[in-house]
Structure formats: structure tokens, C-alpha cells
């Protein structure tokens, strides 16, 4: 009987333990979230102006009805135009995430849709390994690849010294897994929204004429 009452007190004490330690950590992530949130909207908004040089200011798109549209809020499936001083579309922010080597790689694409490249990338997430797969966020090399890249017939990855043609992306040496997973991030996110910014441009030129 004894044992009995002393087992059924551990495991009472056991389970408020790990009630306790669970209302712990739910409280302490529903406290961070909107700090965590605020940082990535941060480190978003300073990703569109770097990777549109001349960018002043912006706003977010997506698509209703199938068409590119100026939002109001941007949702997590959004894209930003980016405007100069003057108040000229420069380009198009776009958003875009792949599998990496190890997990998920997020990226912002800077897209100038009258020359059809690409004049900037930021990572905005990466777990990649550290001292290699990161590089795709470090190695000065690796990221002038993306100051004017064509890609119009998509982006293409060659090894270190071997680029001969505009749209080509030369792999870091020793983190090939995770420069593959950038170019793929480009063409996943270009292919996906490409189409609608031709069509949005071309409406665009249309009312001005009219």
C-alpha cells in the first residue's frame, strides 16, 4: 500500500513537472514571437533595398484573380516593387525558399524585369554548415554573381573559373550542395513569378498610352 501511494506521488510529481516546464515554454514563445516576427520583418525590409540598388521606396505585391496586384499587407506568398526617388519601378523584390543541405535556405531575389536579370540576392535564412554552406551569405565571390545576371533562359551553376556566358553562376568551392540550392532558389522563384510581372508591365504601358 505504501509503495502504491509513493508511486502514485511520483508520477503526480512528474506530470506537474512537465506541465510546469510546457506552460514555461509556451509562454516564453508566445512573449518572443511578435519580437521574432518584428526581426524578420526588419531584416525583410532591409533585404528589398539591398538587393534593388537606387530602391526608395516599396510596395508589396501579389496575385488576385490571377493578376499582379498592388496589397495592401503583404502575405508570406508576396513580392515588393521597388521605386527610386522619382518614383520609377527599378524592380521587383521576390521572396523564395529551397531545400539546402542541411534545411530550409530563404533568399530575396532583386529582379529587373526590362533587362531580365538579376542585380541583387540576399539569404535571409540558412542553416547551412558553418565555415561552408554559409558562405552563400559570406563569400564576396559568390555574391558578386548576382550584381547582373541574365536569366531570361534561367540560371545555370558552373564550377569555380569556369563562367563563360551571362547567366552563369560559379559554385563555391567546397559548398557545391549549397551554391546548387541558390540557383535553384533563383530559377523556382523567377519561374514562379516572371509571367505575372510581364503581364502587370504590359498593362501598365497600355493605360499609359490610353
Same mark, same amino acid.
Given at each position: 500500500m505504501a509503495q502504491d501511494v509513493k508511486s502514485s506521488r511520483l508520477v503526480f510529481t512528474l506530470g506537474m513537472a512537465g506541465f510546469i516546464s510546457g506552460l514555461v515554454l509556451v509562454s516564453a514563445y508566445l512573449y518572443t514571437l511578435p519580437m521574432i516576427e518584428a526581426n524578420k520583418?526588419?531584416?525583410?525590409?532591409?533585404?528589398?533595398?539591398q538587393v534593388l540598388p537606387g530602391c526608395n521606396a516599396f510596395k508589396p505585391m501579389g496575385l488576385s484573380a490571377g493578376k499582379l496586384e498592388v496589397q495592401e499587407m503583404h502575405g508570406s506568398d508576396a513580392i515588393f516593387a521597388g521605386y527610386d526617388a522619382k518614383g520609377q519601378l527599378i524592380g521587383f523584390a521576390?521572396?523564395?525558399?529551397? =531545400?539546402?543541405?542541411?534545411? @530550409? !535556405?530563404?533568399?530575396?531575389?532583386?529582379?529587373?524585369?526590362v533587362r531580365k536579370a538579376i542585380i541583387g540576392f540576399e539569404v535571409l535564412e540558412s542553416k547551412e554548415t558553418p565555415g561552408l554552406g554559409d558562405k552563400i551569405s559570406k563569400d564576396a565571390a559568390f555574391r558578386n554573381n548576382f550584381t547582373e545576371l541574365e536569366c531570361?533562359?534561367?540560371?545555370?551553376?558552373?564550377?569555380?573559373?569556369?563562367?563563360?556566358?551571362?547567366?552563369?553562376v560559379e559554385a563555391i568551392s567546397g559548398?557545391? =550542395?549549397?551554391?546548387?540550392? @541558390? !540557383?535553384?532558389?533563383?530559377?523556382?522563384?523567377?519561374?514562379?513569378?516572371?509571367?505575372?510581372?510581364?503581364?502587370?508591365?504590359?498593362?501598365?504601358?497600355?493605360k499609359q498610352q490610353e
Open positions: 520583418a526588419q531584416a525583410l525590409e532591409r533585404a528589398i533595398y521576390i521572396p523564395a525558399q529551397v =531545400i539546402g543541405f542541411q534545411d @530550409v !535556405v530563404a533568399g530575396i531575389i532583386g529582379y529587373d524585369p531570361a533562359s534561367g540560371v545555370v551553376i558552373v564550377s569555380k573559373g569556369k563562367k563563360s556566358k551571362p547567366n552563369e559548398a557545391t =550542395i549549397s551554391s546548387k540550392a @541558390v !540557383v535553384k532558389l533563383l530559377n523556382q522563384g523567377l519561374e514562379q513569378w516572371q509571367a505575372p510581372i510581364d503581364i502587370y508591365l504590359n498593362e501598365q504601358v497600355k
